[in-house]
């Protein structure tokens, strides 16, 4: 997670000093929420935690629509199994951004 890191996306000093996110990734996606840093007056922590409630919430909600579509549109079974989901380790732990990569 990146922020207020520039154009190079610079990793965090105590990591690496003047060093660039794309020395070890290729995630041209992380200008995003990079640029929405600089926009947002709050602190790196709360940023952080922002991004990563939306980012988790907007998989939640897609694993809910997605069963709805294979029970039928029947929706106490649908959220049941979205908060099943969520509650399993590889989401719950902040696991399933190691599993994507």
Request: no cysteine; charged share 10%; net charge positive.
């Amino acid at each position: 997670m990146t922020w207020r890191s520039g154009w190079t996306l610079r990793v965090a000093p105590t990591i690496a000093t003047d060093m660039s996110y794309f020395n070890m990734h290729v995630s041209p996606v992380n200008y995003l929420p990079n640029a929405i840093s600089y926009l947002v007056p709050i602190d790196r922590i709360s940023y952080y935690g922002l991004v990563y409630g939306i980012v988790y919430a907007a998989l939640i909600v897609i694993v809910f629509h997605a069963f709805l579509r294979l029970y039928g549109r029947h929706t106490p079974a649908a959220a049941l199994a979205a908060f099943a989901f969520y509650l399993s380790g590889l989401v719950n732990s902040g696991q399933l951004s190691l599993m994507l990569r």
